[in-house]
């Protein structure tokens, strides 16, 4: 019972990770690029269609090139992957504070 639910948690994270990551990513690009530094393109329902679109490219893109990868090195991809995850959240929140 136990390994199966360690084993459950080690799929989840194969798919939860990239959608963080994701999501991270594109909070930063449409800081920068849409909102011109602030938040304001939140107000306007084309960028959040926009935002979707973007995360669901950008997770596409990390699951087909990531899956293949996690059956020879998980723990690696997965230490890795946190890692940049708290590096973006660190600038996103750097660029967020002092603008």
């Known amino acids: 019972m136990k390994a199966q639910t360690a084993q459950h948690k080690a799929e989840t994270k194969k798919y939860i ?15 920068i690029d849409e909102g011109f530094y602030n938040f304001e393109w ?6 959040w269609i926009a ?3 973007y995360i669901a490219v950008i997770y596409a893109v990390q699951l087909i090139l990531a899956l293949p990868i996690f059956k020879v090195a998980p723990n690696f991809l997965i230490t890795v992957a946190r ?5 973006l959240g660190i600038l996103f ?3 967020v504070i002092f603008k």
């Open 93 to 95: 929140l750097w660029f």
């Open 17 to 31: 990770l990239p959608l963080f990551i994701s999501i991270v990513i594109t909070l930063f690009l449409f800081y």
């Open 42 to 47: 939140m107000l306007n329902i084309g960028n």
């Open 51 to 53: 935002f979707f679109v």
């Open 83 to 87: 890692f940049i995850l708290i590096i």
